[in-house]
């Protein structure tokens, strides 16, 4: 079975986040700016979804944070 999700997250400078999380992205999962941050992700396992969501949501916390700080 195909799992399939695209999650859309706010942020202040999406194109800086996505920068960062670049480098983490798997031939499955894919992450861009459009306004916005925009990650698709499709795998055979629900778990791996779950997973996958989980890891750029908190790789996404992070970065918001950090930039926070920066400013």
């Known amino acids: 079975m195909l799992c399939?999700?695209?999650l859309?997250?706010?942020s202040k400078d999406p194109e800086a986040v996505v920068k960062a999380l670049k480098p983490d992205d798997p031939e499955w999962c894919s992450?861009?700016?459009d306004n916005?941050?925009?990650i698709e992700v499709r795998?055979?396992?629900i778990g791996?979804?779950?997973s996958a969501l989980d890891d750029y949501l908190m790789n996404?916390?992070?970065c918001e944070g950090v930039l926070?700080?920066?400013g």
């Open 8 to 10: 859309e997250v706010e």
């Open 31 to 33: 992450c861009w700016a």
């Open 36 to 38: 916005r941050i925009v």
């Open 43 to 45: 795998v055979e396992k």
């Open 60 to 62: 996404i916390k992070m």
């Open 4 to 6: 399939h999700a695209r």
């Open 68 to 70: 926070e700080v920066l």
């Open 48 to 50: 791996t979804l779950l």
